[in-house]
Structure formats: structure tokens, C-alpha cells
């Protein structure tokens, strides 16, 4: 579930910049200027924001409740930056005010500047809300906005001073916040992959129906996570450039870290075809707080397909005398799709306290809220729910679940997805 303290800590900081600057504006601003500066500031900030989002920095993760949420927020806050720095851009006066130096002001090209942060700004805008782009073709481009972020410091920090007072209060907010978002930015370019990376050795390849087991075997530390969490998987070797995030299928504990890829794409079934034992593997993680260990007692667990994984982890890991009351409803396609079904239903059987529901799709079972209000034994609004699976599905039923007066508190979902 989205957590509200880095959504107030943006807002925060926005409002901070908006009153410091409206309140102590350097004399020679017109409304005007000041107004649409304000904007460009504003815009800045929340660039800034959505790159200190993309370091996958665990304390974010806290703040934001999970990865998956913060990548929802840095493309928000992308979003936001660029419709504010448009009107910002079409707002501030183009003529230079009387006391400004032109000669000085063609030596320190703040204009050019800011068109051209302006214009990758809004190419690698449309790039990154455009889901035809394949996300190995993507995620390259999507880099472009670190330029963006050079010149849009380069585009303040150059601009005339009747513009943008650097040593003004405000100003001082900007300087510092683009000293953050530099560190932030080099660190997500080049430190943030190596502090997480722990080698693996390919141990086995199951084929497994529409979906791949790799197990892996540490070559040192193991990974340290809690069921529900994913990692970013690398294969080493020729022709396998692309890091790919899965949940972790094992159980903490276990000597082995197990991933079940559902064969979707290029790569997943690259992994089926090609992936050998005895192949190496970084392994970046963990991240993601999907943790049902500190909800409520009474719980629902809905698996769509491959979402089945995070509850697999949670499943194998959980111990005897676990005093929750779970239901887990697996949908799936048909019966031989459901991966590990018959390991469910031992496990349910072995701990007492599972009850594992089944539905396949080609019989005309889906699952629905109205069919849970009559099948559970106490009503909807006494459980927490964990979700998982297609984006229409978990749509659905969180609409569902809410116009039954289930609280947002009590559901909590994770995306198979970050864009
Ligand atoms: C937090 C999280 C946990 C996941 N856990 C599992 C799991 O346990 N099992 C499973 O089968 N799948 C899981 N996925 C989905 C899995 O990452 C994609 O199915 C896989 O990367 C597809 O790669 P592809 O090239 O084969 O397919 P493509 O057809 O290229 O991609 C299909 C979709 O997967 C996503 N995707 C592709 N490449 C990447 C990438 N490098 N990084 C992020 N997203 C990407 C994009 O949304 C894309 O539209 C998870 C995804 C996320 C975000």
C-alpha cells in the first residue's frame, strides 16, 4: 500500500520552497516574475524528487511503501515537473528586464538552456509514458533525463539575476536541493547496482508449464529478505545485458534462492531456451514491502496466475501454530496452469491454518468479491487482503472491495510492473 510520509515529504517541500519564496522575494521581482520563477523552482523540485525516488534507497521504500510505489511516484512527479516548467516557460518574460546586461546575458546561455532541458524533457516525457515502447528499447532512453537535469541546473544557475536571486532564500533551497539530486543521480547511475549485487551459480532450470524455475546457489553471502520481496536477477554472460526484477519464490531460511519466471517476452524465454547450470548471476535486492506478517489475523490472499509467487515465498516460509487464519484464492487459467498447485494444497494441509481456493477461468470461475462475501465465514470488512496477479484483476476487485466499505488500510497490493 502507498505510504502517505513521502508523498507529505514532496508536498512538504514544495510548499516549504512556495512560502519561502513568496514571502521573501528579492525587491526588483514583478509579480510576475516572481510567480512563473516560483514555477520553475516548483518543476525543479519535483525532478529532483523523482530522482532521488530512482535510487532504490531502502529508507524511500519505507516512506513510499515498497518499490514498486516509488517508481508510481517518480513517474508522477515527472509528470508534474514537466506541465509546471511548460508554464513556467510560457509564463516568465521573454524580454530582459531593464538592469540586465545583455552582453552578459549571451555569455551565460540561461535561455538556451532551459529550451533544450525543456524540449528532452518533454521528448523523454512522452518516451516514458508510452507503453508501446518495448522496456529493453526503454529503459536506455528513459537515461536521458539525467542530461535534462544538467541543464535544467545549468539553465537557474546561469539566469540573469533580476530572474533568480541564486543567494535568495528560495535560491538557497534550489542549490542545495541540486546538490542532493546530484549525488542522487550519480549514485543511480554508478553506485546504487554494485552496493546490492551478491553472486549466484545456476543450480537448475525447471521447465515448469508457461513458466521457468531457476534456483541458484550463493557463491558467498546468501541474500538476506523476507517473504513477499523481489530482486532485480542479472545474467552474466554475452547477449544477457538486461536486469530483470522477480519475487523471490524460496523461503528465507533455504540454502537455495528459487525464482519462477513466467515465459512472457524476449528474455523470459531466453531463460527457458538458454540458461544452463553453472551460468553466474548477479543478483541485486531485496526490495519491496508486500508483508503480511503485521496485518491483521484474518487474511486474504489473491494469486492471479504468475502473482502467485509472493505468497509461495510466504507459504513455504510460514512455520506451525502460525495463528492467522488465511485464504488463499488462486486463479488461473485452467488446472495445469496453476504452478505448484499440489505443493499448496500439502503445505495448507500440513500447517492447519491455509485454506488454498483454486479457480480456473475456463470453467467459469473468476474471482469476485460477491462470491467471497457469501463464501467467507465473517464478513468482507473483517479481513485484510494481499494481491497479486493481472492489473485489471486486482483493479477489479480493490473496486469491489472498497464499495463494500473495505477500508484502503486493509488492502494491499504489489505490481508486477513499474511503468
Ligand atoms: C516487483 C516485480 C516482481 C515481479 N515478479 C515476477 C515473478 O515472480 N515472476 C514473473 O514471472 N514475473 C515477475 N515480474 C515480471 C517480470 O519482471 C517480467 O515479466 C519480465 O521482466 C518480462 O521480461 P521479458 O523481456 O521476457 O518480457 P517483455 O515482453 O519484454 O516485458 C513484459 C513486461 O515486463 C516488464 N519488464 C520487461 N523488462 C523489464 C525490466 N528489465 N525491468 C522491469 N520490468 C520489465 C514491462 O512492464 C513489460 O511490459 C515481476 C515484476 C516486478 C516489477
Not at 71 to 82: D, E, K
Not at 156 to 161: D, H, L, R, S, Y
Not at 284 to 304: C, E, M, N, T, V
Not at 313 to 334: C, F, N, P, T, W
Request: glycine share 10%.
Amino acid at each position: 500500500m502507498l505510504q502517505k510520509k513521502g508523498i507529505f515529504a514532496i508536498v512538504g517541500l514544495v510548499l516549504v520552497f512556495a512560502v519561502v519564496h513568496l514571502a521573501l522575494p528579492p525587491e526588483q521581482h514583478g509579480p510576475r516574475t516572481t510567480g512563473t520563477v516560483m514555477l520553475g523552482g516548483i518543476a525543479f523540485l519535483l525532478m529532483t524528487s523523482s530522482i532521488i525516488l530512482s535510487t532504490r534507497l531502502e529508507v524511500f521504500e519505507d516512506w513510499f511503501g515498497g518499490l514498486d510505489r516509488m517508481y508510481q511516484v517518480h513517474r508522477v512527479a515527472g509528470v508534474f515537473a514537466a506541465l509546471t516548467a511548460l508554464v513556467h516557460f510560457f509564463g516568465v518574460p521573454k524580454e530582459l528586464p531593464e538592469g540586465v546586461d545583455p552582453v552578459a546575458n549571451a555569455i551565460f546561455p540561461s535561455g538556451p538552456l532551459g529550451m533544450l532541458g525543456l524540449i528532452f524533457l518533454v521528448i523523454g516525457l512522452f518516451i516514458a509514458l508510452n507503453r508501446k515502447i518495448r522496456y529493453s528499447r526503454w529503459r536506455p532512453t528513459h537515461k536521458v533525463m539525467g542530461l535534462v537535469y544538467f541543464l535544467i541546473i545549468g539553465h537557474f544557475m546561469t539566469a540573469p539575476g533580476i530572474f533568480f536571486e541564486r543567494f535568495s532564500a528560495s535560491g538557497i533551497i534550489l542549490i542545495i536541493a541540486a546538490a542532493v539530486g546530484l549525488v542522487a543521480l550519480f549514485y543511480s547511475v554508478f553506485g546504487m547496482n554494485k552496493r546490492t549485487a551478491l553472486p549466484f551459480e545456476i543450480e537448475a532450470v525447471n521447465a515448469l508449464e508457461r513458466a521457468t524455475e531457476v534456483v541458484l546457489k550463493p557463491v558467498g553471502k546468501m541474500l538476506d529478505f523476507k517473504p513477499g520481496q523481489f530482486a532485480f536477477v542479472e545474467v552474466e554472460g554475452k547477449g544477457w545485458n538486461e536486469t530483470h526484477p522477480f519475487t523471490i519464490s524460496s523461503a528465507p531460511g533455504e540454502d537455495k534462492l528459487r525464482f519462477t519466471m513466467k515465459v512472457l517476452g524476449d528474455w523470459t524465454r531466453k531463460v527457458r531456451e538458454e540458461l544452463q547450470p553453472g551460468g553466474k548471476v548477479q543478483v541485486r535486492g531485496p526490495y519491496g514491502r508486500f508483508d503480511a506478517s503485521h496485518a491483521g489475523k484474518k487474511q486474504i490472499w489473491l494469486a492471479g496466475g504468475i502473482g502467485l509467487t509472493p505468497f509461495l515465498s510466504k507459504l513455504r516460509s510460514m512455520a506451525k501454530g502460525d495463528d492467522r487464519q488465511i485464504h488463499l484464492v488462486y486463479a488461473a487459467r485452467e488446472e495445469q496452469d496453476a504452478i505448484f498447485l499440489e505443493e499448496l494444497k500439502d503445505r495448507a494441509a500440513e500447517l492447519g491454518n491455509v485454506t488454498i481456493v483454486p479457480l480456473f477461468s475456463d470453467e467459469g470461475n473468476f474471482a469476485r468479491v460477491d462470491m467471497m462475501k457469501v463464501k467467507l465465514p465473517d464478513p468482507l470488512g473483517t479481513y485484510d487482503y494481499f494481491m497479486c496477479g493481472p492489473k485489471p484483476m486486482v483493479d477489479g476487485i480493490m473496486k469491489d472491495l472498497r464499495s463494500e466499505g473495505v477500508s484502503r488500510s486493509q488492502i494491499h497490493t504489489e505490481a508486477f510492473e513499474f511503468r
